[in-house]
């Protein structure tokens, strides 16, 4: 696949190409971290993980508040509980605040299977960028960065990696 061109765009067209070009790599290598990972247990749509990395960032979250975040209504995103519940990766539990409401926790089997798609992931990605030249990594890290920030996520500090509580 080739790269895309790396001159200042002046149109927005060539914007979303661009934009477009990035996109389908990072689904191809979460894509290909998910599968690998995926070989001990039943396979899981992009959706399903999106909920799961939800449910790992805010242990506990309350259902609606996934919903939100997933910007999904809240029967689809029952329905993957249900499937993500089948699995063993998920527990409902009743909100200690509200009797109304449901939080979700990752099970033990949970964080298992987070864990294996990170480590694949990671490998792979640590694997490609160490081919990398030093010039390729600079303008790589440079990029990302300044995508960040163009992101600017309400409320996230894009500036630092999240970190995860180790099971």
């Given at each position: 696949?080739?790269?895309?061109?790396?001159?200042?765009?002046?149109?927005?067209?060539?914007?979303?190409?661009?934009?477009?070009?990035?996109?389908?790599?990072?689904?191809?290598?979460?894509?290909?971290?998910?599968?690998?990972?995926s070989h001990a247990t039943?396979?899981?749509?992009?959706?399903?993980?999106?909920?799961?990395?939800?449910?790992?960032?805010?242990?506990?979250?309350?259902?609606?508040?996934?919903?939100?975040?997933?910007?999904?209504?809240?029967?689809?995103?029952?329905?993957?509980?249900?499937?993500?519940?089948?699995?063993?990766?998920?527990?409902?539990?009743?909100?200690?605040?509200?009797?109304?409401?449901?939080?979700?926790?990752?099970?033990?089997?949970?964080?298992?299977?987070?864990?294996?798609?990170?480590?694949?992931?990671?490998?792979?990605?640590?694997r490609a960028i160490g081919?990398?030249?030093?010039?390729?990594?600079?303008?790589?890290?440079?990029?990302?960065?300044?995508?960040?920030?163009?992101?600017?996520?309400?409320?996230?500090?894009?500036?630092?990696?999240?970190?995860?509580?180790?099971?």
């Open positions: 696949m080739p790269a895309p061109d790396t001159a200042p765009s002046t149109t927005g067209d060539e914007t979303s190409q661009s934009a477009g070009f990035i996109t389908e790599l990072l689904d191809v290598l979460w894509e290909h971290a998910r599968n690998s990972a039943a396979p899981m749509s992009t959706s399903q993980l999106r909920l799961l990395y939800v449910i790992d960032r805010d242990d506990g979250i309350r259902m609606r508040k996934a919903c939100t975040l997933l910007a999904s209504s809240p029967s689809n995103v029952s329905r993957l509980c249900d499937r993500l519940q089948a699995m063993g990766f998920l527990e409902r539990r009743p909100c200690p605040g509200s009797r109304r409401e449901i939080t979700l926790q990752l099970t033990d089997a949970g964080k298992t299977h987070l864990r294996g798609i990170r480590e694949k992931r990671d490998t792979m990605l640590h081919n990398l030249s030093p010039t390729e990594r600079r303008a790589l890290g440079e990029g990302l960065a300044a995508l960040a920030v163009q992101l600017d996520f309400p409320g996230e500090d894009l500036s630092r990696p999240r970190t995860r509580q180790v099971a």
